[in-house]
């Protein structure tokens, strides 16, 4: 079942009081919708029930798809003057959501124990490379699967990225709610703003 399909049958409905279904027969019904935003700012906001099913659904099929990309910093804003001298391979770290809890709030994003380069994030580490500062001070990309150029940048400060020694990676425990609602939020000021940019334009070509 397509988006687009759901959305004409939605729009055709709304006022009519959905038919009690088991939960299960819901969740494979929203499991179906391919429009990730949809769910989230549609029909996760119909009713407490609708809330729970929608939940449900990214816990076991969106969670673990996300990605967070962490641009990590050099210069110093105020300087311009380099603040890291130790370079890190793309000038960025990507961690990703794993072993998601359907009863819990928050979620373990963790760094990979190497990069694509071939070093290993212990190894970066070791070097004053990555350190804690460095990645509290990173901006993040957040995105759902493979398409990288959706991503939104959703937070610059108040990270609890810490190191795992067992594990050699360091890892950020996040509300996953409050992500995600800061992600659709951020794409959304992103629309507007090219709305705006290009109806500007539009009246300079008219003069």
């Known amino acids: 079942m397509d988006s687009t399909s759901i959305r004409h049958s939605w729009s055709d409905s709304k006022a009519v009081t959905p038919p009690r279904l088991p939960t299960e027969l819901w969740l494979q019904i929203f499991e179906q919708i391919d429009d ?89 580490t070791a070097s004053g490379a990555l350190s804690k500062q460095r990645l509290d001070e990173a901006q993040a990309w957040m995105w759902f699967g493979k398409q990288r150029t ?25 509300d996953w709610e409050a992500f995600v609602n800061r992600y659709f939020g951020a794409k959304k000021a992103s629309r507007r703003t090219l709305v705006v940019t290009t109806r500007a334009r539009r009246q300079r070509t008219r003069t």
């Open 150 to 174: 959706r991503g939104a940048n959703v937070a610059t400060i108040n990270k609890d990225i810490r190191w795992n020694e067992t594990e050699k990676a360091w890892t950020w425990s996040v």
């Open 36 to 124: 990730v935003e949809f769910l989230w700012c549609t029909l996760r906001l119909v009713s407490k029930e609708y809330k729970a099913f929608v939940d449900r659904v990214f816990v076991t099929k969106y969670l673990l798809t996300i990605s967070f990309s962490l641009s990590l910093p050099r210069l110093d804003p105020d300087t311009g003057r380099a603040r890291y001298a130790r370079p890190v391979p793309g000038a960025e770290i990507t961690l990703h959501c794993r072993h998601p809890d359907a009863e819990s709030s928050r979620v373990t994003l963790a760094t990979p124990k190497a990069v694509p380069s071939g070093d290993t994030i212990e190894e970066l």
